[in-house]
């Protein structure tokens, strides 16, 4: 049974944005953000129970209108066909599902009892008409992303495999989930979903209480609860008709469209999609509130839905600065339409400059304190670079394309991904039907026995996920010249490449006496920028355990997650801390980087030393580690991202 959504509490947007979705399902669905247990699949489960029902004709796989009856669909071409009132489809797409399964696929009986070639419809065909849900959506594998783009644009899913040549209506409204904290989604993914919306728990006591206190009525008695809350939901599934009856009576005001331009100028939103967006998001908003004429609040809420996502251009920023400035604009749009005075500046603006005489006495006392020391612990800023370099890591057997987004290495036998081709495969994991129909066909044109020497096995090609291992040096070396801030720059940098291509990302640093997994590998580079950030400077050099744990660390991924690894090594190389039980820490360094080595594991290393006099030693590192040497002053450089890809490519 499903948490009936009118006992939800609290996350009033989130429930108005969703009920936006099912009245007009043309605003392109729903993005909800935010952390676990915060009720986001319950919402969206929940939205099923009172969306509006379709009429359909009765047994039709494709769920058609029965005003667009599908000329390939048997069941509407019947004279006598049946017309049936039935709920909006609600389908989930997990993540594991197969590409088959997506979109359809061969029907395997049609072929073997009628001898013709039929399509068994999809998930897509499934939520034609309804509400396709993903949960965890930025887990979604790259394959499945990419039709789903596809068909979100043109709300037809086009089949074009094993014989099959056949286009369907696929047009739905996507919902998804996801957590901040496991990745991003694909800028172009985003960009499809009308809307986005960030939850959190509720902080205060009472509701909080509340929420409880339902949660655990709802599991003791289902039944009861649902009953006891059937009526708020029917009032809630009529206020949703009387919306989408209004909605076509829904006009906007000629300069609450010039608002939504401006907003969208304004805020820097490159995509066209927002401005329309955010005009049916305002009319739906209208018929929902019962009124037939927006205004300026519609916008404002519109703006707060629709545009956010689509100003976040860089993997760092911070939408807090963003809520900040739609609120300055909506305060100057109210202002001029009330022909009042401008709202007095900023105060930050006005803030008085210092007298001469305070600042000279700022100057006098910073330079009156003592400089800190080298082994003492500082925390440094981040230096920008010029360039942002870009990484190639090159699977077994394939040579990678320069200047591509999404996930970096490809596969050629993927476990899932595109079908490509079939080759004959006595025990098949992944059955191809139809080359194993088509090599029995010629085998035997009058018996057509399937034996298993037709049996073909499907050959996928994919892109598979790499692990990007920062090895950050944070030793009082470091603070030299203030050093660390170039280091801090050039791995803000590679988390920037590493974000775009989806990579999962993790950082150890060592100062002191050892070494330690500052960010344990994640998809979130946002949690990796914060720990870098505030990565102190100070003490000795560790790098021998440095590498060890990095081996560890390795060893331990590959064996839970086939990821494809990159080791970062940001350092002047100058150890001096030994492992426990003493020795030789450069000695100790060149053997675990040898072992790296023979490990065949791709490393970049990036020299930090800057000193007039240089040991070299980050060059011997990348000598023993098999790997490339640059220098931070090589990375703001012209050309540095085609280096190091062309010399990454060659690295495993």
Excluded at 316 to 343: C, H, I, R, V, Y
Excluded at 444 to 456: E, F, G, K, N, S
Excluded at 486 to 502: C, E, I, P, S
């Amino acid at each position: 049974m499903i948490y009936p959504f009118a006992a939800l509490v609290g996350q009033e947007k989130l429930k108005r944005a969703l009920l936006l979705c099912a009245i007009n399902p043309s605003i392109g669905g729903i993005l909800i953000r935010g952390d676990k247990g915060t009720a986001k699949s319950t919402a969206a489960r929940g939205l099923a129970e009172v969306v509006p029902s379709i009429q359909k004709v009765a047994d039709c796989t494709f769920n058609c209108s029965p005003n667009e009856p599908l000329a390939m669909c048997p069941t509407c071409q019947q004279a006598d066909a049946l017309i049936a009132e039935v709920p909006a489809p609600f389908v989930n797409l997990p993540l594991g599902a197969t590409e088959d399964r997506v979109i359809g696929s061969l029907d395997l009986e049609s072929v073997l009892n009628e001898k013709k070639r039929k399509l068994q419809p999809g998930l897509l065909a499934a939520a034609h008409r309804g509400i396709l849900y993903i949960d965890e959506v930025n887990l979604l594998p790259d394959h499945l992303v990419d039709i789903l783009l596809d068909v979100a644009a043109m709300g037809i899913n086009t089949v074009q495999r094993e014989g099959l040549s056949l286009s369907h209506p696929a047009r739905f409204t996507l919902i998804g989930t996801m957590n901040p904290e496991e990745g991003n989604l694909r800028p172009q993914f985003l960009d499809r979903f009308g809307l986005m919306i960030d939850v959190e728990a509720p902080r205060d006591i009472a509701e909080r209480t509340e929420v409880v206190r339902r949660r655990i009525a709802f599991e003791a008695n289902p039944a009861s609860f649902i009953a006891q809350w059937a009526p708020k939901q029917q009032a809630l599934q009529q206020q949703l008709r009387a919306a989408c009856a209004l909605l076509p009576s829904v006009v906007l005001p000629d300069g609450l469209l010039t608002l939504i331009s401006q907003l969208c100028t304004e805020l820097g939103v490159t995509s066209l999609r927002a401005d329309i967006v955010m005009y049916k998001t305002a009319l739906t908003l209208a018929a929902l509130a019962n009124r037939t004429e927006v205004m300026a609040e519609d916008i404002r809420q519109a703006a707060e839905l629709a545009l956010l996502h689509r100003r976040r251009k860089k993997p760092f920023d911070d939408n807090q600065g963003k809520q900040d400035k739609l609120d300055e604009l909506m305060e100057q749009a109210s202002t001029q339409s009330q022909q009042a005075p401008p709202p007095p500046p900023n105060p930050k603006q006005q803030s008085k400059s210092p007298s001469p005489s305070e600042g000279q006495s700022d100057q006098e006392e910073q330079k009156s304190q003592p400089k800190p020391l080298p082994e003492e612990e500082q925390v440094f800023g981040i230096a920008p670079l010029a360039a942002v370099p870009k990484i190639e890591v090159e699977a077994a057997g394939h040579t990678p394309a320069l200047a591509t987004n999404g996930r970096r290495s490809s596969v050629s036998n993927a476990p899932r991904g595109q079908y490509s081709r079939a080759v004959a495969d006595k025990n098949p994991t992944d059955l191809a039907v139809d080359a194993t129909l088509y090599q029995a066909l010629v085998r035997d044109p009058d018996l057509w026995a399937i034996t298993r020497d037709d049996l073909h096995q499907k050959v996928r090609t994919g892109k598979t996920g790499n692990l990007i291992l920062f090895v950050v040096d944070a030793s009082g070396s470091m603070a030299a010249s203030r050093r660390m801030e170039a280091v801090k720059g050039a791995t803000l940098n590679l988390l920037t490449d590493a974000y775009q291509r989806r990579d999962t990302v993790g950082i150890i640093a060592f100062r002191g006496i050892e070494a330690q997994v500052l960010l344990e590998p994640t998809r979130s580079v946002e949690l990796a920028e914060l720990a870098l950030r505030n990565l102190p400077t100070g003490g000795r050099t560790p790098l021998p355990h440095a590498l060890q744990l990095a081996a560890q660390l390795l060893e331990k991924l590959d064996q839970q997650d086939a990821l494809q690894p990159l080791l970062v090594i940001l350092s002047d190389g100058k150890a001096n801390v030994p492992l426990p039980g003493g020795g030789d820490a450069w000695e100790q360094t060149q053997r675990l980087a040898s072992q790296l080595k023979e490990k065949q594991v791709p490393a970049l290393v990036l020299d930090t030393d800057n000193d007039y006099l240089r040991l070299g030693r980050a060059s011997e590192l990348a000598t023993a580690l098999g790997a490339t040497c640059l220098s931070l002053e090589e990375l703001s450089a012209e050309g540095i991202t085609h280096n190091i890809q062309i010399q990454l490519a060659g690295g495993r």
